[in-house]
């Protein structure tokens, strides 16, 4: 950093940036604790924005300095300020489309998940879809009678829906249930053999029970994705844009500035581009491309761009899943599950992970592969250690999607390598309930969400929530991270906790570092882009118990308040 007369310049993604505090600030958040995140300066009193950049940070005398007849002032009565949220893995898309689709989260039994879609019935015109998420069968007071492996049958729900195809997608997004109708849609009979990596649940008579693993729901969601097909390009996007909007929505309410968006297919990424180069995307999104490998043999050079539309959009990462969910029985491990034969599924080939990980080298691409069960982690692990080991000299950030479930033995390789551990917090007392159940008391205690381990070892962990897997809200995904204490019960092997300042870390710095823009966002410091939130309380320093009251009072987002929830 140095001076130009009463001015900065500074270093910021390789470039200088010329940072004017000769001018009055636009902005000035004053009388408050400013949590920088910033090892140089951790808190201060104020802090001043102009244009889309922080342009000082101190004490209330200090930042008043850059007070001119025209700025705004907001007297923060004592509230906390602190960097933007990053949600380090969600699903923008799908936080709008669960804001659309039939709510199951909650339902206490399955005769609770047919009963709300028959409501939805009712109001559908015949043949129309009813799609459905959020069902969990932990939610559940007993098991559906009958049943296989706790999963019930459809007929019941083909009974309540006989006329429209019914698709209801798993809390997990990792299996999904559909009605005789759907199913029919789909092809799906007593034959239908599954493709790689998914798996059709039969019942004693070989007949569909209605689950589908994995990549098993590409054979209803083709149906489905048949139908859509048959709107206009201006359906197809106002669709797109509804469902976008009320994502936006909902994380600038939650205090999420950037996320971390894993896995959007190349038109929905082009739509991003095109609302970032409008300036109507609301939020920063970092992408992560779900291509095949030939597709982004093609595309993946005219697609990367980095900072589109005033930094609200880059597009650098290529996203692939090894394995598939705890809950459901798709995650891939070393041992079979203590409740059910077999050792989950292996969704994508490693001999082809490999290539995708070579084409993201060659470029230019960041790699993030969804790994859950210890065997998926220990693959993507070797896989990342034979590329990595041919490109010595790149700083290629590759990253674990997850890693919930860990070998003792792998645990170092995340700091060796080194590969970043994307996990999420909250998944940790939201699956709690069946996590013994699935992997046993040892397995479960030496390696499920092991972020003490992980962090103890020298490794980063990115923190996030996997929405709409979970809600978008970090606050509560920090609340699991200091305490992973579920709803009901003692606390989740709570010797894996991680300290309030690491879970904070874990959610601006560490996000920022995983997206290579460390140099733009995760503190506040002159420069940085001027991305902030106004808390009711101090997460830093509040009892833990505390911690899920704290309400989001304010999101800025370039200098610009995007949120306003009542400063």
């Known amino acids: 950093m140095r001076g130009i007369g009463a001015g900065l310049v500074i270093l910021v993604g390789g470039a200088l940036v010329a940072v004017s505090a000769e001018k009055p600030a636009e902005l000035i958040l004053r009388n408050g604790k400013v949590l920088t995140m910033d090892a140089a300066r951790p808190e201060a009193a104020a802090l001043a924005i102009s244009g889309d950049r922080v342009v000082?940070?101190?004490?209330?005398?200090?930042?008043?300095?850059?007070?001119?007849p025209a700025t705004h002032v907001v007297d923060l009565g004592g509230k906390t300020a602190m960097p933007g949220f990053i949600d380090g893995h969600a699903h923008l898309v799908g936080i709008?489309?669960?804001?659309?689709?039939?709510?199951?989260?909650?339902?206490?039994?399955?005769d609770e998940v047919v009963s709300r879609v028959a409501a939805a019935v009712k109001k559908a015109r015949p043949g129309e879809w009813i799609l459905g998420r959020?069902?969990?069968?932990?939610?559940?007071a007993s098991p559906p009678e009958p049943n296989v492996e706790g999963f019930p049958l459809h007929a019941s729900l083909s009974a309540a829906s006989p006329a429209n195809p019914v698709f209801l997608s798993h809390a997990s997004g990792h299996a999904a249930f559909a009605n005789a109708a759907a199913l029919k849609r789909g092809g799906v009979g007593r034959d239908t053999k599954p493709p790689a990596g998914g798996e059709i649940l039969k019942d004693a008579a070989g007949e569909p029970t209605g689950l589908l693993r994995e990549t098993a729901e590409e054979l209803v969601d083709a149906a489905l994705r048949a139908d859509l097909a048959k709107r206009t390009p201006a359906e197809v996007t106002a669709d797109l844009d509804r469902r976008i909007d009320l994502a936006v929505e909902e994380c600038l309410r939650k205090g999420v500035t950037t996320l971390h968006d894993a896995g959007s297919p190349l038109d929905v990424v082009a739509r991003y581009r095109q609302r970032a180069e409008a300036g109507t995307l609301g939020i920063r999104v970092y992408a992560m491309l779900s291509a095949s490998n030939e597709e982004l043999e093609?595309?993946?050079?005219?697609?990367?761009?980095?900072?589109?539309?005033?930094n609200h959009l880059t597009v650098r990462a290529i996203k692939r899943l090894a394995d598939g969910a705890l809950g459901s029985r798709g995650a891939w491990l070393l041992a079979p599950y203590a409740d059910a034969p077999g050792t989950g599924l292996n969704t994508y080939p490693m001999k082809d992970l490999e290539r995708t990980a070579e084409l993201a080298v060659a470029s230019g691409y960041q790699l993030g592969v969804h790994a859950i069960g210890d065997r998926a982690n220990r693959e993507v692990l070797d896989v990342y250690e034979r590329v990595l080991a041919r490109h010595p000299k790149k700083d290629l950030r590759f990253r674990i999607e997850h890693a919930q479930h860990l070998d003792p033995i792998d645990v170092p390789r995340f700091a060796k390598l080194p590969v970043l551990a994307m996990m999420q917090g909250i998944h940790c007392p939201s699956d709690a309930p069946f996590v013994v159940a699935r992997l046993g008391e040892k397995r479960a205690r030496e390696g499920a969400y092991a972020w003490r381990q992980v962090l103890d070892a020298g490794a980063r962990i990115g923190n996030g929530t996997d929405a709409p897997?979970?809600?978008?809200?970090?606050?509560?995904?920090?609340?699991?991270s200091v305490t992973r204490q579920p709803r009901t019960g003692a606390a989740f092997f709570p010797e894996q906790r991680m300290t309030r300042m690491e879970a904070l870390r874990s959610y601006t710095v560490a996000n920022a570092y995983a997206a290579f823009e460390e140099d733009l966002k995760g503190t506040l410091a002159p420069g940085k882009l001027a991305d902030v939130i106004v808390l009711s309380k101090d997460l830093a320093t509040i009892p833990a118990t505390e911690i899920p009251s704290t309400r989001v009072l304010a999101t800025i987002v370039g200098?610009?308040?995007a949120f306003d929830g009542g400063l």
């Open 56 to 68: 000082a940070v101190g004490t209330d005398e200090e930042v008043g300095k850059l007070r001119g």
């Open 96 to 110: 709008g489309d669960a804001r659309i689709a039939l709510d199951l989260r909650g339902a206490k039994s399955w």
């Open 134 to 140: 959020g069902w969990h069968q932990k939610d559940w």
């Open 298 to 310: 093609k595309h993946a050079a005219r697609v990367r761009v980095v900072g589109a539309g005033k």
């Open 469 to 480: 897997v979970e809600d978008v809200d970090p606050i509560a995904s920090l609340h699991a």
């Open 559 to 561: 200098g610009k308040v």
